[in-house]
């Protein structure tokens, strides 16, 4: 469980403090909008109306206390920021502010930002991927080359041992799991039996993905 200082409460900041809530982490929420906090406070640990912009409302938090401070503004480039900025300036451990174009991303990097979070591209991204492709389920980036692939079992792998198929040597990729009826099993090896139905994951570059399942 993590104390995490939430900044902002409109849609993606919604939904982020509603999963850290199902995830048990102490959250501390703030808006500018009362009706928001409202809406939000039977949900988290606390939430409190303030302008975040202001650094003296900032030094009140105490935010060194935080293990992470989230700046999820998605519509006042200028006050994400200032507020990233104050952030690092007050202690803050960790900040990860939310950007809407790669020119933002760059700024609040330069502005004391450890991370920032990018969902209209990272989305744009996966939609791309997911449904332009027979294979891929889903996926997870683990940076700029690597990720994890949820794939079906292609036609011609059915009744094929994982050793016969040899996909790390043939292709440079990594099989993870194997999934039958939703139900992963973490016991892969050579001899292992793809079947009709099964998803797997695989982690490699997208390259070699292209390369083994023809996408």
Known sequence: MKSVL???LGRF???MAEKLAELNHEVMAIDKRED???EILPLVTDAQIGDAASKSFLETLGVDNFDICFV???DDFQSSLVITSYLKELGARKVVSRASMEIQRQFLLRNGADDVIYPEKQL?????IRYTTDHIQDYIALDDEYAIYDLSVPSEWHDKTVGALDIRKKFNLNLLAV??????????NGETRMREGQTILVLGKW???QRCFRV
């Open 36 to 38: 928001r906090v409202n």
């Open 13 to 15: 900041g919604k939904h």
């Open 124 to 128: 744009a991204v996966w939609s791309a």
């Open 207 to 209: 390259k070699d993905i």
């Open 72 to 74: 999820a503004i998605g």
């Open 6 to 8: 939430l900044i902002g």
């Open 179 to 188: 999934r039958e009826k939703g139900q992963p099993s973490i016991v892969v």
